[in-house]
């Protein structure tokens, strides 16, 4: 077998293009939305709390959040010109900027905040424009490598939410009986229905578990439904509220962060795709970039962080076998009705750390196993792609376990490399770069189907392509 499809078998039920009836593909939808919703609310939140200038604005901030993922979202799914993947890639704000976002609000404001990531989001759009220039130093081993750390790096999120209490575990009522049977519910019911029924069961897996285990939380009366009672009915978005400043030390830094979110959303891409049976093409991944960059200069003008795409959703679409991407236009349609209307999505956000955490935890595994996935299909395990996986593994692994190896370096150094995504991803790209044999760099050279050159005109010189 040649081209995309080479050496890969198709896990999906629904593919791209296939459009469910609306009765399933409405709680479909919806069930994207709930296996991104608290980490698509959580970095507005937890910034509120920390940039003392936008203490009090966490409502604003959370609705800005989901009126901007839910507008990238639908646009990834029915793209405008070349922004757009046209593919079910769910997009939310991004846990990668947080930690220097807050410094930079803290030290110049928030204004700067939004400033540097109107600034720097071209970034992204450059890589995706320019990306048949580059597109070489992204193999599936790459993008594989990024893939499982994404996965690995989201496990130990996924088990203090399961703990019940996403801030870990010096938080009261963490690992409580309560939390691990409402977190053992979701997962047992999701696994179940996944694995021992067929159908719409099956596809609806994750959306029945959270169901289910929520009812069971308020039959507890561990939920706390005071916030839906507080919430308004409309949210009126209002551009540039807090206004844009730009620091040029804060717009290099988030440059560099676009950078690492671009290979993670080739690397979501590639995931995602890589259910169908095929690998991303050209066009799927530059549509990608580009609208991440768009979609996050959008963002940044309504007050809303960096968007880029969900890796629990790439999971979702591994284990549920749902890659419609008409069921994630659903989805971004649920994310605007929940961002327009606060006291719906007060609803969805009172829901109980434990009984997300159940349904995370598959999502997160089935990450790593899309990654796995990608590598296995494509990359021959030989002496030097099993050296470049073990050490990019291993280093990014490394320092997400012991970030104290960086304490000496700088707090720039440590913000960046602390990340198992950058260093990994990057230990990845180099080796790839550095060692013989690959498809870029020194020694002889191989292509990867879906991604290979175009010969040159001539039809003279061009490396032959392995269809083998």
């Given at each position: 077998?040649?081209?995309?499809?080479?050496?890969?078998?198709?896990?999906?039920l629904y593919d791209?293009?296939?459009?469910?009836?609306?009765?399933?593909?409405?709680?479909?939808?919806?069930?994207?939305?709930?296996?991104?919703?608290?980490?698509?609310?959580?970095?507005?939140?937890?910034?509120?709390?920390?940039?003392g200038s936008v203490t009090g604005e966490t409502t604003f901030l959370v609705q800005m959040a989901l009126i901007v993922a839910g507008i990238a979202t639908i646009v990834q799914a029915y793209p405008v010109g070349p922004v757009g993947a046209r593919l079910p890639v769910v997009m939310g704000t991004s846990f990668a900027f947080l930690g220097p976002l807050i410094g930079i609000g803290n030290q110049f404001g928030i204004a700067a905040v939004f400033g540097a990531s109107l600034l720097a989001a071209p970034v992204e759009v450059i890589m995706g424009i320019s990306f048949d220039r580059f597109r070489q130093y992204f193999p599936p081993l790459v993008t594989g490598i990024v893939v499982m750390l994404i996965g690995l790096t989201l496990i130990p999120t996924g088990m203090n939410y399961a703990a019940g209490a996403s801030a870990g575990p010096s938080a009261e009522g963490y690992g409580s009986f309560v939390n691990l049977g409402l977190a053992g519910l979701v997962l047992i019911v999701t696994v179940g229905l996944n694995q021992f029924f067929e159908g719409f069961?099956?596809?609806i897996s994750v959306f029945v578990g959270i169901v289910v285990g929520y009812l069971v939380?308020?039959?507890?009366?561990?939920?706390?439904?005071?916030?839906?009672?507080?919430?308004?009915?409309?949210?009126?978005?209002?551009?540039?509220?807090?206004?844009?400043?730009?620091?040029?030390?804060a717009v290099v830094t988030v440059a560099f962060l676009y950078i690492i979110t671009g290979m993670e959303t080739i690397g979501d891409i590639s995931g995602t795709v890589s259910a169908t049976g095929r690998d991303a093409t050209r066009e799927e991944i530059r549509g990608g970039l580009i609208a991440d960059g768009v979609m996050s200069v959008f963002g940044a003008v309504f007050n809303a962080l960096p968007n880029t795409s969900f890796?629990?959703?790439v999971g979702l679409v591994n284990f549920t076998g749902v890659a419609s991407r008409y069921v994630a236009g659903i989805g971004?349609?649920?994310l605007l009705a929940l961002g327009f209307v606060p006291k719906v999505g007060a609803v969805v956000s009172a829901m109980p750390d434990a009984v997300l955490g159940g349904g995370a935890l598959i999502l997160f595994a089935m990450i790593?196993?899309?990654?796995?996935?990608?590598?296995?299909?494509?990359?021959?395990?030989?002496?030097?792609?099993?050296?470049?996986?073990a050490m990019s593994m291993a280093l990014g692994l490394g320092v997400a376990f012991r970030p104290e190896i960086l304490q000496n370096f700088p707090a720039e150094v440590q913000t960046l490399f602390g990340s198992a995504l950058v260093t990994g991803g990057m230990a990845a790209l180099v080796l790839n770069i550095v060692f013989p044999g690959g498809s870029v760099g020194t020694g002889p050279t191989e292509y990867t189907a879906g991604l290979e050159p175009s010969p040159p005109e001539s039809g003279a010189g061009a490396p032959p392509v392995d269809d083998d």
């Open positions: 077998m040649s081209g995309p499809e080479r050496n890969q078998q198709s896990v999906v791209i293009e296939d459009k469910p009836p609306l009765g399933k593909a409405i709680p479909l939808g919806i069930q994207h939305v709930l296996a991104m919703f608290l980490g698509n609310v959580a970095p507005p939140l937890i910034l509120a709390g920390a940039v069961l099956r596809v939380a308020l039959a507890l009366g561990v939920v706390d439904l005071s916030a839906v009672a507080a919430a308004g009915w409309v949210t009126v978005p209002v551009p540039l509220k807090y206004g844009l400043a730009f620091e040029p030390s890796s629990q959703n971004g349609v649920a790593f196993s899309s990654g796995a996935r990608l590598i296995t299909q494509n990359v021959e395990l030989d002496h030097r792609n099993s050296t470049i996986l």
